[in-house]
């Protein structure tokens, strides 16, 4: 499952446009846009002849139209070189930023919410179309904050946290260890994310790597490898919601081959039929797959499902895991935490999210979040930023 690298709301708050003007004011054509945005006004772009702003006009209004998450646009406010476009519950500055050759750059900030409240987080959330589950607990168990929290939802590839559960079980037991090598094998490679498909056949690679390439990259045959050193049966047992419980490769061939025959038949199977499918498909070609749809196949029946509650209560039992930090996620406010752990995952119709956070008085806290729709596509952005406002009041 691959998950998307940048999202909205990180690049609103750093979204910058390096723009030279000696013949423009940018301050009137951002009015223009504030209106068109605000208040339904048409903007005529060619009215403006300076070139090169024209050459940034798409960039600027694919930003503005982003912000649609944030419901309509209200009024908006000019003051000399700002502009406060004023949504529902949460204002956004633009800054016009400019120099002796006129205007250098455009600053978009992230959504700053007015008196937030974990009610209003509820209250944007019960307008998401499909299924959503949201759950926050403190480091002792205490919930904070719920929605749906007992619902199993498809998780992405979040359930990659079950195996690093296990491995690090087996390395406290003294079964395993960090150093242990093992061979690559082509025959076991799955597809992207991540790298180790295009890494040579036998070659030697320590369980601390892979366990960290399958957290902070997704790393898809790190991932496989690994279920087969757990073991899936074992892997079953710690997330019950999910059996069998499927290889990336195994889910990637029945969702995508032979234009869907696989995936038929796995739908009408019971469970001693499945995975005498998953034996079948074992040695299958991936280089025969075409590139996957853009829509949701069947994510509420083929996946990995586990609550909010499951995937809280799971990531708080690794504290200080510095595998899971290594990719810190959606959160990046060192002044409010000293650790920041993450695991998210995604595809068509899924995006899930989950946060291990220690703040600088040394408290824990985790957040976990999953959207699912089984008929249309959802916005990873727009959960991503009910992530960060559930962080900023904790």
Known sequence: MKLRPVYLFSVLSCFVLILFSSTLSFAYPIKKLARHYCYGEEVVWKEFSDPELLKYVDHIESVFAQLAYLGDCK????TGKKITLKYEDADVIVKVNAGGKGVEGIFFSGAQYRNDSFDKVAKSLRKLPGQVAVSVKRGDGKILFSQNPDLRLATGSSFKLYILKALL???DMGKRSWSDLIELDERKYSLPSGVLHEWPSGSPVTLHTLATLMISISDNTATDILIDEVGRE?????????????KTKEMFIIKWADRGLYRKRYLKSYLSGKRRILMQIASYNLSKLKPPPLEPIDPDKIEWFASTDELADLILKMKDEPILAVNPGLI?????????????????????YTQL?????????????????????VDH????????RLADLL
């Not at 009024?75 to 000019?78: A, D, F």
């Open 75 to 78: 009024s908006y406010k000019y």
């Open 169 to 171: 079980e087996d390395i």
């Open 381 to 388: 952005d727009l959960l991503g930023s009910v992530v960060l």
């Open 332 to 352: 990046d406010d060192s002044k409010k935490w000293s650790y920041v752990g993450y695991k998210g995952g995604s595809e068509p119709g899924v995006i899930q």
């Open 234 to 246: 074992r892997l079953e047992g710690m997330m019950p919601g999910s059996v069998p419980f499927l």
């Open 357 to 377: 956070l220690k703040s600088k008085s040394g408290k824990w806290y985790a957040i976990s979040a999953s959207w699912n729709n089984s008929e249309l596509n």
